[in-house]
């Protein structure tokens, strides 16, 4: 299904739709007072889109930087080209520790490469550790959010859920009480895991350490009482020196959830004494979309979340309608790349207004490789309807005569013509909405009356 | 060719532009850092207690088992470091010493050196983190600068108790790790 078939879904259970909007306008609002507090805010959103800029130019030697001073620290570095390539990483390592059960914690990157299909398949039981994620968990969904993995879903059908899974008691809906039953069969899987995997928010190529931001502390729990840790991290997530974390970090909560930090921000450099870290290095993807010039940056994500908080269309469609890993304004940015043809709808899932660009904090212009991916799948996909009816407007600005009779024609039309011939399936703007009543006379009409 | 050498080889086949990094600079921050960390860690959901306050709560004894490696709180501790920290899933309150705070948001510096064992502040059901006063600086720029080349294995930043908001975004303290943090400042 499309966007836009996937969004009336959505928006069938409008309580629920008006709940997520309101919600997630709620995050964008912290974040903006949180930034507001921050008088060097616009300095550091500068700072960090040409720290990645120099990262996106030298990717190959920070790369290698990277490697070699992990090694050197004691950590096992792996490459993998695509997400079949990783996931068999992942599985050796687990084999080679004759280890049948895991617990993650939050990586976008596992998800995109759909490890935990891959792994139940090889019969190998995984946990996710984050709330959010646990509970998407158990209802067999992906996240709808890549910061908040449950934001679709409200306390009752958590509930109900727990009482299906953890036995927690019919009809306590208090989150209070949900999240201990969480942390109660969640700290018994921490307890016996062997191999804990986690995602990366930031690789040091000067230090070859890596960075790990939880509020849970659920990657800590897993990867500190584990006896190996294997962390996914794709290419692009690698910065040049230790002192750019600064930069980093003081952006990275404040545009996610609107707090200053995170409160756990763990520095791996090597592994605990007679224990094992691995890290895979993933492209999937991202040379090929490093060799695209104007979606290049995209690559510069730090995965807040922000643009997704603040866009209208995201916040009154939800995560699922994108049909994609990472959704919202820059997962119609990065999808594309990865599947043209699946994800063609996703670039026109937009209003242009530019608000995800506003918020970013490396200042990735969004809005407007939403309008150049648009061009690129017009271009592959020939004329649309919508492209004629821009042609026939384009006709009727041109002649002053016929712009003066098409309005006409339209308040009659719009005033007499039956509803099922206006909000026709052709005129997708027409769902969900009403058209405002129409005027009797045009503007030009009323000015000539009264200001002649 | 090796995935390793064939996406070396893609990226370095592009010839992109290189661009300058830029210098970071001396950004500014609180006056009162002091009145900033304690701000902060409150804005963190976690507490600021005097040492007095400390030793009222641990004399309560609603601590049961206490592992401590600072030493104004070690006759409280009646728990050894252990060799497999898996022992220390029913340990009540770990007291450990924090390297230094940052002001603008209440996080603190500990590593390796301070921990002993990395799982220390996750498994413990509460945690205190005393620091010194004269450690606080003020952003995360000065952090970085104070941590410089230290080499540990592991480091991180606590900024507060475990905390979660992913049922219906109501805040609730106390996820995976400590339900508490209580920071000392001497």
């Known amino acids: 299904m499309s966007h836009p078939q996937e969004a009336t879904e959505f928006l069938k259970d409008s309580a629920k739709s008006r709940w997520h909007d309101d919600t997630l306008w709620f995050i964008r609002d912290k974040r903006d007072k949180m930034s507001h507090s921050v008088p060097e805010w616009e300095d550091l959103r500068d700072l960090a889109s040409s720290i990645k800029d120099n990262v996106l130019g030298n990717l190959a030697d920070y790369l290698e930087e990277f490697e070699r001073n992990a090694t050197k620290n004691g950590i096992k570095v792996h490459w993998a080209a695509d997400a079949q390539e990783h996931n068999e990483i992942v599985l050796s390592i687990l084999k080679e520790k004759e280890c049948k059960a895991i617990v993650k914690s939050k990586s976008i990157l596992t998800e995109e490469c759909h490890l935990n299909p891959f792994l139940e398949k090889n019969e190998i039981e995984v946990v996710d550790t984050d709330l959010g994620e646990r509970i998407v968990q158990f209802l067999g969904q992906p996240p709808s959010h890549i910061v908040l993995p449950a934001i679709h879903l409200k306390k009752g059908e958590i509930s109900e859920l727990f009482h299906e899974k953890l036995n927690t008691e019919k009809g306590n809906e208090d989150p209070y009480y949900l999240t201990q039953a969480a942390r109660h069969h969640l700290r018994e899987k921490f307890l016996a895991a062997k191999v804990a995997i986690t995602g990366v928010n930031f690789g040091v190529a000067e230090t070859g350490e890596f960075v790990v931001c939880t509020n849970e502390g659920n990657a800590d729990m897993g990867v500190h009482l584990a006896d190996t840790h294997i962390a996914c991290m794709g290419i692009e997530k690698i910065i040049p020196k230790r002192t750019h974390l600064g930069v980093f970090l003081r952006l990275l909560a404040r545009s996610a959830t609107g707090q200053n930090i995170t409160n756990y921000n763990s520095h791996f450099r090597s592994p605990e004494k007679g224990k094992e870290i691995h890290i895979i290095l993933v492209d999937n993807g991202r040379t090929a979309q490093l060799g695209r010039e104007n979606f290049r940056d995209s690559l510069k994500c730090i995965r807040c979340g922000a643009c997704m908080n603040t866009c209208p269309i995201y916040r009154r469609s939800g995560g699922f309608s994108y049909k994609s890993t990472v959704p919202g304004p820059i997962g119609s940015i990065l999808s594309p790349g990865l599947d043209l043809q699946k994800h063609s709808s996703l670039p026109f899932a937009s209003t242009l207004c530019g608000s995800c660009t506003d918020v970013c904090p490396v200042k990735i212009n969004i809005h407007e490789q939403l309008y150049l991916w648009r061009q690129e799948i017009t271009k592959a996909q020939g004329t649309s309807v919508k492209e004629l009816s821009m042609m026939l407007g384009n006709g009727v600005f041109k002649s002053p005569l016929a712009y003066n009779y098409s309005g006409k024609i339209m308040r009659l039309a719009l005033k007499n013509l039956p509803k099922s011939l206006i909000y026709n399936p052709l005129n997708v703007w027409g769902k969900q909405r009403d058209l405002p009543a129409v005027p009797k006379e045009s503007f030009k009409e009323w000015y000539q009356k009264n200001r002649s | ?186």
């Open chain 2, 1 to 186: 060719m090796s995935s390793r050498d064939s996406i070396l080889g893609k990226i370095r086949s592009l010839k992109l532009a290189q661009k300058p990094l830029p210098e970071i600079p001396d950004f500014k921050g609180a006056a009162d850092l002091l009145q900033a960390f304690c701000t902060s860690i409150i804005g963190n959901k976690g507490e600021i207690l005097s040492t007095e306050e400390l030793v009222k709560k641990l004399e309560s004894g609603i601590y049961p088992l206490v592992y401590s490696t600072d030493d104004t709180f070690e006759k409280f501790s009646n728990q050894a470091l252990p060799v497999d920290v898996h022992s220390f899933s029913k340990l009540d309150l770990a007291i450990l010493k924090g390297q230094f705070g940052v002001a603008e948001n209440g996080a603190i510096w500990l590593d390796d050196s301070e921990l002993r064992l990395r799982a220390i502040p996750f498994i413990t059901e509460h945690l205190v983190i005393v620091i010194s006063r004269d450690s606080l600086v003020t952003t995360m720029h000065q952090a970085y600068d104070r941590i410089g080349d230290q080499h540990s294995g592991f480091g991180l930043f606590i900024a507060g108790p475990s905390k979660t908001a992913d049922i219906e975004q109501s805040l609730v303290i106390g996820a995976h790790g400590a339900k508490s943090l209580m920071v000392v400042l001497i």
